[in-house]
């Protein structure tokens, strides 16, 4: 059976930020142990696309954006 908070979409972007954060500052902790420069670019890059993502995500939760909201 479903609980409520399962059934909320905060639960859920809360959730998903939390592990996109977790993978940002990962990705940023290993920049600095790696050699190659293409390597320490992609993954700046990626945190970066996942900052955006936390973003989007921020903005779902306070109906920022038009598009999430409820028409």
């Known amino acids: ?37 293409q390597l320490k670019a992609m993954f700046e890059t990626s945190a970066e696309v996942l900052t955006g993502l936390v973003k989007a995500f921020d903005d779902y939760e306070q109906k920022i954006e038009a598009a999430w909201r409820k028409h």
């Open 1 to 37: 059976m479903t609980s409520s908070a399962d059934r909320s979409p905060q639960h859920h972007t809360q959730k998903m930020k939390k592990r996109f954060q977790e993978n940002i500052a990962h990705l940023r902790e290993d920049i600095s142990k790696v050699d190659e420069p």
